[in-house]
T-cell receptor
Framework: GDSVTQMEGPVTLSEEAFLTINCTYT??????LFWYVQYPGEGLQLLLK?????DKGSNKGFEATYRKETTSFHLEKGSVQVSDSAVYFC????????????FGKGTSLLVTP | ETGVTQTPRHLVMGMTNKKSLKCEQH?????MYWYKQSAKKPLELMFV???????ENNSVPSRFSPECPNSSHLFLHLHTLQPEDSALYLC????????????FGEGSRLTVL
């Protein structure tokens, strides 16, 4: 079945450092890919998405490119801020799951001043 | 005010109790979801409702009983739970099932003693 694997956390970075959170997926067909973010004490929020190969999703300085050849959707940000501290979830919606979202385990990010 | 509201935010119950979680969305969406979030595990999709009809039941034990009286409200009735059912239960909605853009509530933190 469809699944998502993302890097284990926690990830700790200094402010203004470069961020990469790896995400790879397994799916048949052409799933849509997403990154969600969960700030402390809150529900998940959609951060960005990509619906086909080579699409780049972007929002709030974060970017991720849908790479079909490597089945990846890595999240990147050039300069993180303390306010980016949160848990980040990679997810996919594909035909195997009736387009319901399959989430990864989440990666906790802590940005220190 | 968030578009998806969950009550109660925190719930402690014994294994013989009966309680219910409530979710309400003010976004005019047609699909609603229950997810279970446990530490160090991917979010688990429990139930999906589309236009008030249940379309997904992910092999959830019968001690969890969902109810969707209309497109704006979703309940999760709890009965004779086990300590391993302690988790954060997240409600979400989307315009239609399969769009992948879910809007989440802040969750109900359940502790089973």
């Amino acid at each position: 079945g469809d699944s998502v694997t993302q890097m284990e956390g926690p990830v700790t970075l200094s402010e203004e450092a470069f961020l990469t959170i790896n995400c790879t997926y397994t799916a048949t067909g052409y799933p849509s890919l997403f990154w969600y973010v969960q700030y402390p004490g809150e529900g998940l929020q959609l951060l960005l998405k990509a619906t086909k190969a080579d699409d780049k999703g972007s929002n709030k300085g974060f970017e991720a490119t849908y790479r079909k050849e490597t089945t990846s959707f890595h999240l990147e940000k050039g300069s993180v801020q303390v306010s980016d501290s949160a848990v980040y979830f990679c997810a996919l919606a594909g035909t195997n799951s009736g387009y319901a979202l399959n989430f990864g385990k989440g990666t906790s990010l802590l940005v220190t001043p | 005010e968030t578009g998806v509201t969950q009550t109660p935010r925190h719930l402690v119950m014994g294994m013989t109790n009966k309680k219910s979680l409530k979710c309400e969305q003010h976004l005019g969406h047609n699909a609603m979801y229950w997810y279970k979030q446990s530490a160090k595990k991917p979010l688990e999709l429990m139930f999906v409702y589309n236009f008030k009809e249940q379309t997904e039941n992910n092999s959830v034990p019968s001690r969890f009983s969902p109810e969707c009286p209309n497109s704006s409200h979703l309940f999760l009735h709890l009965h004779t739970l086990q300590p391993e059912d302690s988790a954060l239960y997240l409600c979400a909605s989307s315009q239609d099932q399969g769009t992948g853009e879910l809007f989440f509530g802040e969750g109900s933190r359940l502790t089973v003693l």
